[in-house]
């Protein structure tokens, strides 16, 4: 059998946050060609790939045209066409991956031995979605061999469309985060340098500043509470920096690589979810829910579906921003019996879960969408012949 190589088109770029995509094709490319396709930038001089390779197999196209509408637009589509066009000549057998619905016409015109959907948010509900986004993904849903959902919110949503939906919850990568558990006397890892000298009690978050964090949340909790030092580290993106909250204990830190989140959450006393409930975050399962878990960090979370419903008994739950902030108050002064049984039930639930092992059950279902298609076409026309 000739090697299959795995053309993926995301919406999130490779050096962004590190989460599903770069999650589940990193652990692929042990097995598979990745060609992981980015939205373009605007470039006036100059249309062809931008090409790296951040890991083994995987290489990240980065395509610049001298259009300016962002995404995978009808504007774009001509020019991203001929790039890969230019593409796939080289390959020999390929699959396309869809992280947006924006990039179907140029998946359909591959013709792909397969082509999956892993919608792992709901992404017409976010702040300047394209207003094609909608139709894209119904006609996505109903044309694509697999369609997995990052959550169980939109496994609930997608399976109305299609109801061979596979449910895969983001996972977590365990041993990454175990770092930061506390052992005799301290951690495996040593804490980051730019929040060493703050003041404890910390409370943490870490992730994308976006439309989906609750900035009148934070002034809540930073105004009410000026002794907590609340860390916020991520990239601000699609707000503007300017609306963020200001004041002396809210401390944002920036983007960090994945490699060093354990080193902060070395340094907080609680970890956060401090999510808006608005459109954006209704279908969202957040990743970083698990991965605070394998720090063993006591969590507050606002009521989102998929934290409230499966982790319920494990996250401390508040909302409005009063509740909330007892929430907050009841982790810190929580005694050591109750944050036994709340590590506890976190081990369980981190034992029963890996991106590796996710990535294996997909592999699998994606490897009988592609031989039943292969017997599909194989098969003699037994029609009998109309009579003339």
């Known amino acids: 059998m000739l090697p299959i190589s795995i053309i993926t088109f995301s919406h999130l770029r490779w050096d962004s946050v590190y989460q599903r995509p770069q999650h589940l094709m990193a652990r692929l490319a042990r097995r598979y060609s990745i060609a992981f396709i980015e939205e373009p930038v605007l470039d006036p001089n100059w249309t062809g790939w931008e090409i790296s390779v951040p890991a083994p197999n995987i290489s990240v196209y980065k395509p610049h045209t001298p259009f300016a509408p962002q995404g995978f637009t009808d504007e774009q589509l001509p020019a991203l066409q001929t790039l890969m066009d230019g593409l796939v000549v080289a390959l020999d057998r390929y699959l396309v991956w869809l992280y947006t619905p924006m990039a179907l016409p140029l998946a359909e015109t591959l013709h792909p031995e397969a082509l999956v959907y892993d919608c792992m948010d709901e992404l017409s509900l976010f702040l300047g979605a394209p207003r094609e986004l909608v139709d894209r993904e119904t006609a996505l849903l109903q044309c694509a061999d697999l369609v997995f959902t990052g959550g169980f919110s939109l496994f609930k949503a997608k399976r109305a469309t299609r109801a061979d939906t596979h449910c895969f919850p983001s996972s977590v990568d365990a041993p990454h985060f175990r770092q930061a ?28 500043i976006d439309e989906r964090v609750d900035l009148g949340l934070l002034s809540y909790l930073a ?166």
């Open 223 to 388: 105004d009410t509470h000026k002794d907590w030092q609340i860390v916020l580290v991520g990239p601000v993106v699609k707000i503007d920096p300017s609306t963020l909250p200001q004041r002396p204990n809210l401390h944002y830190l920036g983007k960090r690589s994945y490699a060093e989140l354990p080193a902060y959450l070395t340094g907080w006393d609680v970890c956060l979810l401090p999510f808006a409930l608005n459109d954006a975050t209704r279908f969202i399962s957040p990743t970083k829910t698990l991965e605070y878990m394998a720090a063993e960090r006591l969590i507050v979370s606002t009521p989102i579906t998929d934290v409230l419903e499966p982790y319920g008994n494990i996250v401390y739950i508040g909302s409005p921003p009063e509740d909330f902030c007892k929430a907050c108050e009841e982790a810190l002064r929580a005694s050591v019996g109750e944050r036994n049984q709340r590590r506890d039930r976190m081990q369980k639930v981190i034992a029963g879960t890996s991106w590796e092992e996710t990535a294996q059950k997909m592999e699998r279902l994606l490897l009988n969408a592609i031989d039943s298609k292969t017997k599909q076409t194989r098969l003699p026309d037994t029609r009998v012949p109309q009579a003339s």
């Open 181 to 208: 558990v506390m052992g005799q006397a301290q951690p495996a890892i040593a804490e980051a340098g730019d929040q060493i000298d703050l003041p404890h009690p910390r409370l943490g978050f870490f992730g994308v």
